[in-house]
């Protein structure tokens, strides 16, 4: 999945394959518009994420049955990236509570392939608890995401854990 070459360190990969697909194509498919609004955030261009992120809530579904609870799952993961990006709390939490429905809707074999979500997510708030200065909430939630990231083998997630817990 994109975000698993994100987190590989391979977002010029991703970049590279959406700049094949004509501007127009994401206002018509959920799953291109959650991609692109991912890529955006990670490229640090959040100003037109909200856009393609209501595309892709709008279009839902369209998403065949058999790709829609990853789906689901890539959508509330980028809404709560998006919502540490803005240092809003309230929404971090609930796109949290969003990233964890979702998660717990995967089927058994997915499971394993979806935990780097779950590391994210908490670190994620994490984050937004530490620029909210919510230390005690944050060094928690940090402690934890890096515990989750060592166990999926997300260096990135791990680094990133580490830098904010210090």
């Known amino acids: 999945s994109y975000i698993s070459l994100i987190l590989d360190g391979r977002l010029g990969t991703v970049a590279g394959l959406l700049a094949t697909f004509p501007p127009e194509a ?37 998403v065949p049955q058999d790709r829609r609870r990853r789906f689901d799952l890539r959508v509330a993961s980028t809404k709560l990236w998006l919502a540490r990006r803005s240092v809003d709390l309230a929404s971090a939490l609930e796109a949290k509570r969003e990233v ?3 998660l717990a809707a ?9 935990a780097d979500h779950r590391a994210a997510a908490v670190m994620n708030v994490g984050i937004t608890e530490l620029w909210s200065l919510r230390t005690n909430e944050a060094r928690r939630h940090l402690e934890e995401a890096l515990s989750l990231a060592q166990q999926a083998e997300r260096p ?4 990133s854990c580490l830098a904010h817990l210090g």
């Open 106 to 114: 995967q089927s058994a074999s997915d499971i394993a392939r979806v």
């Open 100 to 102: 964890e429905a979702a």
């Open 156 to 159: 990135y997630l791990e680094i």
């Open 26 to 62: 994401a206002a018509e498919d959920a799953e291109l518009a959650i991609v692109l609004a991912g890529a955006r955030l990670f490229e640090g261009r959040a100003d037109d994420t909200d856009a393609y992120i209501e595309v892709a809530e709008r279009l839902a579904d369209t």
